[in-house]
Nanobody, 131 residues
Framework: EVQLQASGGGLVQAGGSLRLSCAAS????????IGWFRQAPGKEREGISC????????YSDESVEGRFTISSDNAKNTVYLQMNSLKPEDTAVHYC????????????????????????WGKGTLVTVSS
Protein backbone atom coordinates (compact mmCIF):
# COMPACT_ATOMS: atom_id res chain seq x y z
CA GLU A 1 0.00 0.00 0.00
CA VAL A 2 1.28 3.45 -0.88
CA GLN A 3 2.12 5.59 2.11
CA LEU A 4 3.19 9.21 2.19
CA GLN A 5 4.62 11.03 5.19
CA ALA A 6 5.08 14.79 5.02
CA SER A 7 7.28 16.65 7.47
CA GLY A 8 9.26 19.84 7.87
CA GLY A 9 6.58 22.42 8.54
CA GLY A 10 6.93 25.08 11.18
CA LEU A 11 6.85 28.77 12.01
CA VAL A 12 9.07 31.12 10.02
CA GLN A 13 9.28 34.84 9.47
CA ALA A 14 8.45 36.39 6.12
CA GLY A 15 11.42 36.11 3.80
CA GLY A 16 12.63 32.95 5.47
CA SER A 17 12.96 29.40 4.16
CA LEU A 18 11.73 25.92 4.98
CA ARG A 19 12.26 22.53 3.38
CA LEU A 20 9.42 20.05 3.40
CA SER A 21 10.01 16.33 2.95
CA CYS A 22 7.65 13.65 1.70
CA ALA A 23 8.79 10.11 2.43
CA ALA A 24 7.07 7.75 0.02
CA SER A 25 6.74 3.97 0.08
CA UNK A 26 4.72 1.14 -1.39
CA UNK A 27 5.00 1.92 -5.09
CA UNK A 28 5.24 -1.14 -7.33
CA UNK A 29 6.69 0.64 -10.34
CA UNK A 30 8.16 4.02 -11.36
CA UNK A 31 4.87 5.03 -12.98
CA UNK A 32 3.78 7.67 -10.51
CA UNK A 33 3.83 11.37 -9.80
CA ILE A 34 4.12 13.12 -6.45
CA GLY A 35 2.86 16.59 -5.82
CA TRP A 36 2.72 19.16 -3.09
CA PHE A 37 -0.60 20.81 -2.34
CA ARG A 38 -1.69 23.27 0.31
CA GLN A 39 -4.87 24.43 1.94
CA ALA A 40 -5.21 27.68 3.84
CA PRO A 41 -8.07 28.27 6.30
CA GLY A 42 -11.27 28.99 4.44
CA LYS A 43 -9.73 28.30 1.04
CA GLU A 44 -9.74 25.44 -1.41
CA ARG A 45 -6.84 23.05 -1.71
CA GLU A 46 -4.41 24.19 -4.40
CA GLY A 47 -1.51 22.58 -6.20
CA ILE A 48 2.03 23.88 -5.72
CA SER A 49 4.55 21.64 -7.45
CA CYS A 50 4.68 18.18 -8.96
CA UNK A 51 7.36 15.78 -10.09
CA UNK A 52 7.11 12.79 -12.36
CA UNK A 53 9.10 9.90 -10.95
CA UNK A 54 9.52 8.19 -14.33
CA UNK A 55 11.22 11.06 -16.17
CA UNK A 56 12.00 13.60 -13.45
CA UNK A 57 10.01 16.38 -15.07
CA UNK A 58 8.65 19.04 -12.73
CA TYR A 59 6.07 21.79 -12.81
CA SER A 60 5.25 24.53 -10.34
CA ASP A 61 2.32 26.85 -10.07
CA GLU A 62 3.08 30.43 -11.07
CA SER A 63 2.31 31.60 -7.53
CA VAL A 64 5.44 29.87 -6.25
CA GLU A 65 7.62 29.70 -9.35
CA GLY A 66 11.05 31.14 -8.63
CA ARG A 67 10.59 30.73 -4.88
CA PHE A 68 9.79 27.03 -4.40
CA THR A 69 11.71 24.11 -5.88
CA ILE A 70 10.59 20.48 -5.95
CA SER A 71 13.22 17.75 -6.09
CA SER A 72 13.62 14.08 -5.34
CA ASP A 73 16.12 11.69 -3.83
CA ASN A 74 15.43 8.39 -5.57
CA ALA A 75 17.63 6.42 -3.20
CA LYS A 76 15.58 7.64 -0.24
CA ASN A 77 12.22 7.63 -2.06
CA THR A 78 11.75 11.16 -0.79
CA VAL A 79 10.45 14.28 -2.46
CA TYR A 80 11.44 17.68 -1.16
CA LEU A 81 9.91 21.12 -1.46
CA GLN A 82 12.43 23.86 -0.84
CA MET A 83 10.52 27.03 -0.01
CA ASN A 84 12.38 30.33 -0.10
CA SER A 85 11.25 33.94 0.24
CA LEU A 86 8.20 32.83 2.16
CA LYS A 87 5.25 35.18 2.43
CA PRO A 88 2.42 35.31 4.97
CA GLU A 89 0.04 34.15 2.22
CA ASP A 90 2.02 30.90 2.03
CA THR A 91 0.59 29.98 5.45
CA ALA A 92 -1.32 26.73 5.01
CA VAL A 93 -1.36 23.03 5.76
CA HIS A 94 0.87 21.43 3.14
CA TYR A 95 0.20 17.94 1.84
CA CYS A 96 2.04 15.57 -0.44
CA UNK A 97 -0.01 13.32 -2.67
CA UNK A 98 0.59 10.71 -5.34
CA UNK A 99 -1.06 9.44 -8.47
CA UNK A 100 -0.12 6.09 -10.00
CA UNK A 101 -0.45 4.12 -13.22
CA UNK A 102 -2.61 5.49 -16.00
CA UNK A 103 -3.64 8.47 -13.88
CA UNK A 104 0.00 9.41 -13.43
CA UNK A 105 0.67 8.97 -17.14
CA UNK A 106 -2.19 11.29 -17.99
CA UNK A 107 -1.20 13.96 -15.48
CA UNK A 108 2.54 13.92 -15.74
CA UNK A 109 4.18 16.73 -13.86
CA UNK A 110 1.02 18.84 -14.38
CA UNK A 111 -0.60 17.12 -11.41
CA UNK A 112 -0.81 20.50 -9.65
CA UNK A 113 -3.98 21.02 -11.68
CA UNK A 114 -5.62 17.77 -10.60
CA UNK A 115 -5.86 17.60 -6.81
CA UNK A 116 -9.16 15.75 -7.20
CA UNK A 117 -7.45 13.04 -9.24
CA UNK A 118 -4.64 12.14 -6.85
CA UNK A 119 -4.83 8.58 -5.55
CA UNK A 120 -3.05 8.84 -2.21
CA TRP A 121 -2.62 11.59 0.36
CA GLY A 122 -0.34 11.96 3.32
CA LYS A 123 -1.15 13.83 6.48
CA GLY A 124 -0.44 17.51 6.24
CA THR A 125 2.29 19.59 7.79
CA LEU A 126 1.54 23.14 8.86
CA VAL A 127 3.58 26.03 7.53
CA THR A 128 3.04 29.36 9.26
CA VAL A 129 4.70 32.50 7.95
CA SER A 130 4.61 35.53 10.23
CA SER A 131 4.80 39.07 8.93
Amino acid sequence: EVQLQASGGGLVQAGGSLRLSCAASGFTSDDYVIGWFRQAPGKEREGISCISWSDGSTYSDESVEGRFTISSDNAKNTVYLQMNSLKPEDTAVHYCAAAVGETAQAMGSMCVLFAFGMDYWGKGTLVTVSS
